[in-house]
């Protein structure tokens, strides 16, 4: 186990690498002068040349990948340009609340999907599953802009439950995370209710009833278990989706995480921004794998990581 | 000597695209205490239907008509409640896939456990301790070792000792096996049956065992029913069986096994033809069109099981017309 | 400045659509435009707390970085300057010092106010010699520094690391700063009024690093910030030995970081905010309608017209808009009351790019070969006349951070599209889209600006100056006679003399259709009923310094 995570940990600083690489060419390809954004228009020329020298924006494109490299190396993501503080703490402030949100969002989205997905199962092709399937689709076919904007509305608003947006703590994030999981669980309640039904024509379905299980207890214990393997496989797929939505839901509620940082980056070409947060969310994407797959190993004994 | 179980006019209907058809059809048997009886036929002929019936674990979708009498209770009538009650505990069961037939995710021990724990009310150590017993009756050497491990991590003999130790475990008054040794090497399907025998004998545990090898049937039965298209052709003692059969199907079956001690070595003679399809059953004898004695009636008119002697059944108009 | 919002807008969609008490759709522009009320003369209440949403976090802090109206809205609040403009007028006014001008309006001689820093430190002198060197520092990288440098005398050679001070800024004594200017400057006043320029405590920003003086700010201000939550809110409290007796009013602000235009809406529709203005860029666009329709809210809304201008620039040096035949097919092909129809009636028309709300310069009419009246039948002809019977393709380049500059640029194309000019639009985020512009490429461009200061020479000296091009001057206009006319007016004293050379040099820009003026923009802002005091200076963020809340 050890030695697998050593070498997943070996196998993620080379997607890392590359990541960076791709990132660095792409916010290159893509003409912006941030030494003039800096300063403004009524900066004099001398002035922009310095700060471009400043930035080391005056060196060959390799150079400046080296210099950045050798500066995440000890640690230094550099600093923002627009914002003039250094991309580790800024991405350091928010990681919290977009963690927060994103898990929030992971464990909604299991806690609506997973039900749905096994009483559709059980409830294949009668009434319960119909409903329950037209509303996952309706789910899924929401813009989630509108979902959003609904849950902001009736809860935040009418209801005055929760903080209409902005950022705060876990009830600040709830609305944005049910607007993730609303619009997200169906895939979870479609995946489970297939992996449900091919399970319980397991034999050791038929096993555990022959023991005198409960219905209940045959769904829940010797079912659920099996049948969210697959689920778990998503899971781990999802997360760049995941990060990806949470980005824009970020947005819809100003919630100010790494998202909105990302966002803002790229609206401002704030290259050493842009790069932070996309290594960041590739740090994340990686862990999140690691660790699905470290689920996956005790969920499903049957995986060895030899 | 009592009965524990007695099929009074079993049938069993599928919907087949918005029909019902019988898979079994009006099947009788009864087994007595601490005996064991051979459910024989080919696959499709409605013996593991008939089994799964009688314990109520076939799809809500299936049709059961009949009675299905343990220790006189009728199992059909049964609530779903009073079900769990008596599966696993009283009635055991054993099947034919001993790869799939144990949870992957679960260890072993906890899956033996539980049989113990759904129907006792007795602590963690207890039951581990109890299934750690079971685990050497059946026959697994370093028992402490398997309980932590995972099926997967078993081979398939062990895997059917594992499966016996969860059927046999609460000690239950009846055994269902349903080709328990089928899937397995012949070594060891030779110990599988070993075992069976020895612990039915030594719990007194009546055995349904359900079965298409008629080998199985001469070393471990009592007495015998052969089915054949969702009908028992054939009822008896073991011996009545093998040696003084009438059913010409029975007769099919038992030509072809390979006998070594038979001086013509002549090639296995195969049933020839195909089971009838559920949806197009023909009118008379079930077997008529593979049938080398078939007459015209046999197509006409399906034959009554008839009392051909004490204790022997046969389906079959030949003995109607020695009688005639 | 060139027109940018920090804020990023994501997806758009109106609270209108919510089914809101706000929903309700007139395409008509509400009632007439109220002037921006004076300071009240109400009397104000002491005490109370105003919250506010703020659309980022704010850029900088530090007065010689703070180059855009969200940090506007915070350092105006935390620092002072010499001098500043007095309530919703473009009127100079004495704030942290008195002044005299003498040698022919070379030498102000500024006399400063008995005031503390927040940790007790006075303000002297030398808390501005440093900030205005701090300006010039290229390590500051300071937006400020084009604004005094070559102006004051000595500027340049510190900027360049060839003195150790700045010549030109003495102080006389611990009180008496005395600033000596290269020329005559009708602009200097405005610029100190600037935030660049605001007194900073010398031992704390030479003793703390530059990123954190832009976090933890030390000025004079009236309101001192307590508490910044990271991504979440900051939190000002009154300055109690506020050097202006009796301001401010209110005993705490608080900044909830929220960028989401329908959390905004919402948020102040429930009165849990009492203000949406500079902390948002106004009224977001799209709730405008909605809101200034609604009874409910209307009373809410304070708008007045800036001094800035929207406009399509159009490049005398590249492309088909090289010629200037083409250059007036397009001025004629533009229907601008279309697009303020399309703006919600926020905008006002413009024909010249000095705008309607500029105290001086400002000409009703233009000369008849300066003005474009909506014509496409002339339109066509001019393009015939210039060689293009059947138009061209062409494309219009913006940047898509604001939902209003894309929706001109589809009308605008929709207009050139009648006259057989097919353009398609080329939408990008502001930095890409800045980077091209001044690389002056770009035939067909929406842009706008927002004046630095009143005044007639940050439009026409910046934007249209041969010397300017292409970074600010991004059409390449270049005509010798307004480079003349230009360089003249910006030596000149205030007065009637200097708007005659700007109109002059403007009605020969006009002339020549470098650009397509748009429309003056109308900046809404809305008040709660019970927040009182607020007034919109042009040149200013919020006066939450003479604003108070009444009990509701």
């Known amino acids: ?306 | 000597m009592s009965e524990v179980l007695n099929i009074t006019s079993l049938s069993v209907e599928f919907n087949i695209n918005g029909e019902y058809y019988h898979a079994v059809n009006d099947v009788s048997f009864h087994i007595n205490a601490g005996e064991t009886l051979g459910l024989v036929g080919e696959s499709g002929c409605g013996k593991s239907v008939t089994s799964l019936a009688l314990v109520r674990l076939l799809a809500k979708s299936a049709k059961i008509s009949g009675k299905a009498l343990y220790n006189g209770r009728n199992l059909l009538d049964l609530s779903l409640e009073e079900m769990h009650q008596i599966r696993g505990k009283q009635i055991g069961m054993i099947f034919q896939e001993p790869m799939t037939s144990l949870n992957p995710v679960y260890k072993i021990g906890s899956q033996i456990s539980e049989t113990l724990r759904l129907h006792n009310k007795i602590s963690n150590d207890e039951a581990k301790r109890q299934s750690l017993e079971m685990l050497r009756k059946v026959g697994i050497a370093r028992p402490e070792e398997i309980m932590e491990e995972y099926p997967h991590q078993l081979s398939g003999g062990m895997r059917q000792r594992v499966m016996i130790a969860i059927a046999m475990i609460n000690n239950p008054q009846l055994l269902i096996a349903d080709e328990p040794t089928t899937a397995l090497d012949v070594t060891i399907q030779a110990q599988i049956l070993d075992l069976m025998r020895n612990l039915s004998r030594d719990f007194k545990t009546s055995l349904l065992l359900i079965t298409h090898d008629l080998g199985v049937v001469a070393e471990m039965c009592d007495r015998v029913a052969v089915m054949y298209a969702g009908q028992i052709v054939e009822q008896g003692l073991v011996d009545d069986i093998f040696f003084n059969t009438n059913h010409p199907y029975t007769q099919g079956l038992l030509n072809a096994i390979p006998k070594i001690d038979v001086q013509n070595k002549d090639r296995l003679q195969p049933i020839v033809g195909n089971v009838p399809s559920l949806t197009r059953m023909p009118k008379g004898c079930r077997f008529a069109t593979r049938c080398p004695h078939a007459m015209d009636r046999c197509k006409m008119e399906s034959p009554p099981l008839m009392e051909i002697r004490e204790n022997h059944q046969s389906r079959c108009w030949l003995n109607d017309a020695k009688v005639v | 400045m060139k027109s940018k919002k920090m804020r990023i807008f994501g997806v758009v969609a109106s609270v209108a659509m919510l089914g809101t008490a706000l929903a309700g759709c007139s395409s008509q522009a509400a009632q007439p435009l109220k002037t921006a009320p004076a300071p009240s003369a109400a009397k104000p209440v002491y005490g109370g707390s105003l919250t506010m949403d703020l659309s980022s976090q704010f850029p900088h802090l530090d007065p010689a970085k703070a180059y855009d109206t969200t940090s506007y809205e915070g350092v105006l609040q935390l620092y002072n300057q010499l001098v500043t403009y007095k309530g919703a007028t473009n009127e100079i006014v004495p704030s942290l010092a008195s002044y005299t001008v003498s040698n022919g309006g070379k030498v102000y001689t500024f006399h400063i106010k008995n005031a503390k820093f927040w940790n007790g430190d006075p303000v002297t002198a030398q808390s501005f010699i440093t900030e205005f060197e701090r300006v010039l520092n290229p390590v500051n990288q300071s937006g400020g520094s084009g604004f005094i440098d070559p102006l004051i005398v000595g500027s340049d050679a510190y900027a360049k690391g060839h003195a150790k001070t700045i010549s030109g800024m003495k102080a006389i004594n611990k009180n008496t700063l005395q600033i000596t200017l290269e020329n005559p400057s009708a602009t200097f006043l405005y610029v100190i009024a600037m935030p660049f320029f605001s007194a900073v405590d010398p031992s704390y920003v030479n003793s703390h690093p530059e990123k954190y003086v832009d976090l933890h700010p030390m000025g004079t201000g009236p309101f001192i910030l307590q508490t910044y939550v990271p991504g979440q809110k900051y939190v000002f409290v009154k300055n109690p030995h506020y050097f202006q007796k009796g301001i401010p009013y209110l005993n705490q602000i608080t900044f909830n970081i929220n960028n989401s235009p329908q959390a905004v809406m919402l948020n102040f529709e429930q009165g849990n905010t009492g203000l949406i203005s500079w902390n948002q860029g106004g009224i977001p666009s799209q709730d405008y309608l909605p809101m200034s329709t609604n009874p409910k809210f209307a009373k809410d809304i304070v708008k007045s017209v800036q001094v800035a201008i929207h406009y399509i620039g159009l490049n005398t040096k590249y492309g088909p808009t090289k010629n200037v035949l083409v250059r007036k097919a397009l001025e004629f092909a533009v229907d601008k009351q279309q697009i303020i129809r399309l703006l919600g009636g926020l905008g006002v028309p413009a024909n010249e790019p000095i705008p309607s709300s500029m105290p001086s310069a400002y000409e009703k009419t233009l000369p008849a070969n300066a003005t474009y009246t909506y014509n496409p039948a002339k339109a066509k002809a001019l393009l015939k006349q210039a060689g293009y019977p059947n138009g061209f393709k062409t494309t219009i380049y913006t940047d898509n951070s604001s939902p209003d500059d894309v929706r001109i640029a589809e009308a605008v194309q929709s207009m050139f599209q009648k006259i057989g000019v097919n353009a398609s639009i080329n939408q990008t985020t502001w930095g890409t889209f800045l980077t091209n512009n001044e690389a002056g490429k770009q035939s067909i461009f929406k842009l706008a600006w927002i004046e630095d200061f009143p005044d007639p020479s940050d439009f026409l000296n910046t934007l249209f100056n041969s010397n300017q091009a292409p970074v600010n001057n991004s059409t390449n206009f270049s005509n010798k006679q307004v480079d003349a006319l230009l360089n003249k007016g910006a030596l000149m004293p205030a007065g009637t003399a200097r708007n005659n050379v700007y109109k002059q040099a403007q009605n020969i820009i006009m002339s020549q259709a470098p650009w397509i003026p748009l429309y003056y923009p109308i900046y809404p802002a809305a008040v709660q009923p019970w927040v009182k005091g607020f007034y919109i200076n042009p040149n200013l963020t919020d006066p939450l310094q003479y604003m108070w809340v009444v009990s509701h």
Request: proline share 5%.
């Open chain 1, 1 to 306: 186990m050890v030695s697998y995570i050593i070498r997943r940990i070996f196998g993620a600083l080379i997607v890392l690498l590359g990541v960076s690489i791709i990132t660095f060419l792409l916010a290159y390809a893509v003409p912006a002068d941030p030494a003039r954004a800096i300063v403004g228009p009524h900066a004099p020329e001398y002035l922009v040349l310095q700060i471009r020298k400043q930035l080391g924006l005056d060196e060959p494109l390799p150079i400046q990948y080296i210099h950045y490299l050798g500066n995440i190396l000890r640690g230094n993501l550099g600093t923002s340009y627009v914002l003039n503080q250094s991309v580790t703490s800024l991405i350091g402030q928010r990681i919290g609340a977009t963690g927060l949100l994103a898990g929030l969002a992971f464990v909604f989205e299991l806690i609506i999907g997973i039900p749905i997905g096994i009483l559709t199962a059980l409830r294949d092709r009668k009434l319960t599953d119909h409903v329950l399937s037209t509303g996952a689709l309706i789910g899924i076919s929401l813009p989630v802009f509108f979902v959003g904007l609904e849950l902001m509305y009736w809860v935040g608003f009418r209801l005055g439950w929760l903080p209409i947006g902005g950022t705060g703590g876990i009830l600040f994030a709830i609305l944005p995370a049910l607007t993730y999981a609303i619009t997200g669980a169906a895939y979870y309640a479609r995946l489970l209710k297939s992996s449900m039904i091919d399970v319980l024509n397991q034999d050791y379905i038929r096993t555990a009833k022959a023991k005198g299980a409960s219905p209940l207890r045959v769904v829940m214990r010797h079912a659920l278990r099996n049948a969210l393997i697959p689920a778990l496989t998503y899971a781990g797929t999802d997360v760049a989706a995941l990060l990806g939505g949470v980005v824009v839901i970020e947005d819809i509620f100003g919630y100010s995480g790494v998202g909105q940082l990302a966002f803002q980056a790229i609206g401002n070409l704030d290259v050493p921004l842009i790069m932070g947060t996309v290594l960041f969310a590739t740090v994340f994407v990686v862990i999140f794998n690691l660790i699905v797959d470290i689920l996956y190993g005790i969920v499903d004994p049957r995986i060895s990581y030899s």
